[in-house]
């Protein structure tokens, strides 16, 4: 069990509730992390209610989208009374408020509901950053049932189209012109209305937002709110031009090549944007872009980085302490300032989907995993799964990994070791998807 002098002295292990969806790729990270630790991890998942434990790990059974979420709440607060809770952390945008209403339950820190909500929402945050003063492009909401060319007749352009709600740039198109805007409209139309969308039940899956399109260097920031100060963990380069019709992240890399100006200028809205959404406690990860007269942020979602790509991150000097460590202690309630990231660059690459068909075999991984930095390779598609890039995509093809010491090397050698895999996907047999006009 860990121990802090600003912790409480507890008979038992601290208790760390872990808000996530039952696909979630960083369960095992924070379960390595608790073991590590001395903490013990209690799961609240949105798995079938109807099987009594299916995984044998007492995790309590939720729904992420109950409306204002109070069934849910009262179903975690029932077995906080058997287990009590020390800590709440959200995995992934849908647990956020649920999580936030939780931790108002128990009088934990962590964030009002209304600030979680409007970080899941990128209408919500559009208007709540504009009141705070800061860049925000034009912007409106249409619902899914509208005219397409009522819809491109009200743009300017170039402009980008994109869900409420869904992240990892799933449905976000630009379109330069008219006709490119109504082609966009319909396909992020049949999107939201797939089944798999639906059967998450959004709040937000009739709407679509359509907003100017912003030009810049795309950069992330991973970030810790505490009693509502920021602090900056890490800042990603994204040196892929994201610039449309799609926007495809494939690399990320840190420390970024800025200069300290910008750099601060990166870190200084986002904590702006943060306080603007009224988040006051856990873990941030943002997205802006770098333009000539200043910095746009893109989105700040109330989680950690998603997926795998949490393994780039390691601090302490010898990198010896993983992302899931850090947040795992700050929940507890320890002082985690003086953690810093570990000194040598890093980055890490979220494998491209070359184009849609079922997927077969990746040929070349122990070569990948033989160039010099890399630290791992993983491959997260299954056999015979369907693929889907960009702008349908919902997952990566998998991940690699690697370390070196300043940051060009570090985007080099991941580069490298793509080149070296070859992918093969078969074509998929075509399959009627719903009309974009029955959404």
Not at 93 to 113: F, H, I, S, T, Y
Not at 134 to 153: M, R
Not at 184 to 189: E, G, H, V
Request: proline share 7%.
């Amino acid at each position: 069990m860990i121990e802090s002098d600003c912790m409480p002295k507890l008979v038992r292990p601290m208790r760390i509730l872990v808000f996530s969806t039952t696909t979630g790729y960083q369960l095992r990270s924070f379960g390595d992390a608790a073991e590590r630790l001395g903490i013990e991890l209690m799961f609240a998942t949105d798995r079938c209610h109807a099987i009594d434990d299916p995984w044998q790990d007492r995790a309590v059974p939720v729904r992420f989208e109950d409306g204002d979420a109070l069934p849910s709440v009262a179903v975690v607060l029932d077995a906080a009374r058997e287990r009590p809770i020390d800590g709440v952390v959200a995995v992934g945008d849908r647990p956020v408020v649920l999580a936030a209403r939780v931790a108002e339950a128990l009088g934990l820190p962590g964030n009002p509901p209304g600030a979680a909500a409007a970080s899941a929402n990128k209408l919500q945050a559009r208007r709540l950053l504009a009141q705070a003063g800061l860049i925000v492009p034009w912007h409106f909401e249409v619902s899914t049932a509208a005219d397409p060319a009522a819809v491109a007749g009200e743009a300017r352009y170039p402009a980008v189209v994109k869900p409420l709600a869904l992240s990892g740039s799933r449905g976000v198109i630009r379109a330069n012109s008219p006709a490119e805007l109504m082609a966009a409209f319909q396909r992020l139309r049949a999107l939201l209305a797939r089944p798999e969308i639906r059967a998450m039940r959004l709040e937000t899956d009739r709407s679509v937002l359509v907003e100017g399109y912003i030009d810049g260097r795309e950069y992330a920031v991973e970030g810790l709110l505490t009693d509502g100060a920021f602090r900056a963990l890490a800042v990603f380069d994204k040196p892929d031009p994201l610039d449309g019709p799609f926007f495809e992240e494939t690399i990320y890399v840190t420390p970024p090549r800025l200069a300290p100006g910008d750099r601060a200028a990166i870190v200084g809205e986002v904590a702006r944007a943060a306080g603007a959404l009224g988040l006051r406690h856990g873990a941030v990860h943002a997205e802006c872009r770098l333009m000539a007269d200043g910095v746009f942020v893109l989105e700040v979602a109330a989680r950690p980085i998603g997926g795998l790509c949490s393994r780039v991150l390691r601090f302490g000097p010898a990198g010896e302490i993983s992302l899931e460590d850090l947040l795992l202690r700050h929940a507890c309630g320890e002082d985690v300032a003086g953690i810093e990231r570990e000194p040598a660059a890093a980055s890490v690459m979220m494998i491209p989907i070359p184009k849609r068909g079922i997927f077969r075999r990746v040929d070349g991984v122990d070569d990948a995993r033989r160039v010099a930095g890399v630290e791992d390779v993983r491959i997260t598609a299954k056999p015979d799964q369907l693929l889907e890039p960009l702008p349908e995509a919902g997952s990566y093809l998998g991940f690699i990994f690697a370390r070196a010491s300043v940051a060009e090397e570090a985007e080099a050698v991941v580069r490298e070791a793509h080149r070296r895999m070859t992918f093969a996907v078969d074509a998929a047999i075509a399959v009627a998807q719903p009309r974009g006009g029955d959404a």
